[in-house]
């Protein structure tokens, strides 16, 4: 079984300062971890993957995470906030069911990210 | 190039009334998600098709939702009757395939009401 704790519900930053949004995952065989955003009355879009390459991923918009698999986690930063990084994160785990390669998403609870000017 | 299309985007229903959702996916994109978001929650995946093949309908509550998607292109999701628990987001995702390295293109869902 999979799933994924991401360790804050809320964050808020100045704008120009550091961001870390944290998760951690739960997986029983080699998992795909996501980065999705959400801004309100949008879809969702993906900030960047992990599947098993290169352990640190960089993505949309000046974003990046580290997977850590000795921690179990795949947290999110971003060296300067911008007003427009104000929305939802979600940090998502994939795990190949089975030994098949089919991927079932699961969703953290989210992360409301606030940016202050 | 088009995203993932839903309609309609918001539905306010009384309960015990029909409601269907519709979804077109990103064009060439084999594999159709439906998702159920609550308020402050992850979106939980209802089904996944493959083509036209529901492959995972474990988490779709059968005696009242009912999905298709008969020429494996757009779906439909209905629920009968609506309950006032079903006021959600429901969101629609499509993929090259399911394999899990492949990324979901999400729709912006539509928010349903029930009354």
């Known amino acids: 079984a999979q799933s994924v704790t991401q360790l804050d519900s809320h964050v808020s930053v100045s704008e120009g300062t550091p961001v870390l949004l944290r998760c951690n995952y739960s997986s029983s065989y080699s998992p795909s971890l996501f980065w999705y955003v959400q801004h309100p009355n949008k879809g969702l879009q993906l900030l960047l993957k992990?599947?098993?390459?290169?352990?640190l991923v960089k993505g949309i918009n000046g974003f990046e995470a580290e997977f850590k698999k000795s921690e179990t986690s795949f947290h999110l930063t971003k060296p300067s906030a911008h007003m427009s990084d104000a929305a939802e994160y979600f940090c998502v785990v994939s795990e190949r069911a089975g030994g098949t390669s089919y991927g079932k998403l699961t969703f953290g609870q989210g992360t409301i990210l606030t940016v202050h000017p | 190039e088009a995203g993932v299309v839903q309609s309609p985007r918001y539905k306010i229903i009384e309960k015990k009334q029909p409601v269907a959702f519709w979804c077109n996916p990103i064009?060439?994109?084999?594999?159709l998600y439906w998702y159920l978001q609550n308020l402050g929650q992850g979106p939980e995946l209802l089904i996944r098709?493959?083509?036209?093949?529901?492959?995972?309908d474990s988490q779709l509550p059968k005696d009242r939702f009912s999905a298709e998607r008969l020429k494996g292109v757009d779906s439909t999701l209905k629920i009968q009757p609506a309950e006032l628990g079903d006021s959600a987001v429901y969101l629609c995702a499509s993929s090259l395939s399911g394999k899990s390295y492949n990324e979901q293109f999400f729709g912006p869902g539509t928010r349903l009401t029930v009354l």
């Open positions: 992990y599947t098993s390459a290169a352990t």
């Open positions: 064009s060439g994109h084999n594999t």
């Open positions: 098709y493959e083509n036209e093949e529901a492959v995972d």
